[in-house]
């Protein structure tokens, strides 16, 4: 069955760095686009960054440009997010999502996505 993992969250000091990974199964990962989201306690979930099933294609959110780097390894079934220059605002657990139709994936919108991963935690803090 489809299925994504998310791992490589933990505490990070601010200024630190994170890289995230998002491995699947189920699926050929480059027959698809992949979504990263993120939700903080209280607020809703929001997007991040996304990689288009074609190769060189991304798309960040201004939270993220600059800061954040997508990248994707087909042959190991892996995206990555690779975070630079945390703050507390990048608290959150992260997760990774499924892209239905790799038209729309400059959008976040939840319905555009239809698996999506446990999600890890990621603290910034000193």
């Known amino acids: 069955q489809v299925q994504l993992v998310e791992s490589g969250g933990g505490l990070v000091e601010p200024g630190g760095s994170l890289r995230l990974s998002c491995e699947v199964s189920?699926?050929?990962?480059?027959?698809?686009?992949i979504g990263w989201f993120r939700q903080a306690p209280g607020q809703e979930r929001e997007g991040v960054a996304s990689?288009?099933?074609?190769?060189?294609?991304?798309y960040y959110k201004d939270s993220a440009k600059g800061r954040f780097t997508v990248s994707r390894d087909n042959a190991k079934n892996t995206v990555y997010l690779h975070m630079n220059s945390l703050n507390s605002e990048d608290t959150a657990v992260y997760y990774c999502?499924?892209?239905?139709?790799?038209?729309?994936?400059?959008?976040?919108?939840?319905?555009?996505?239809?698996?999506w991963g446990q999600g890890t935690q990621v603290t910034v803090s000193s």
């Open positions: 990689t288009s099933r074609y190769e060189g294609q991304f």
């Open positions: 999502a499924r892209l239905r139709d790799n038209r729309w994936f400059r959008y976040f919108q939840r319905r555009h996505y239809d698996y």
């Open positions: 189920g699926f050929s990962l480059a027959d698809y686009g």
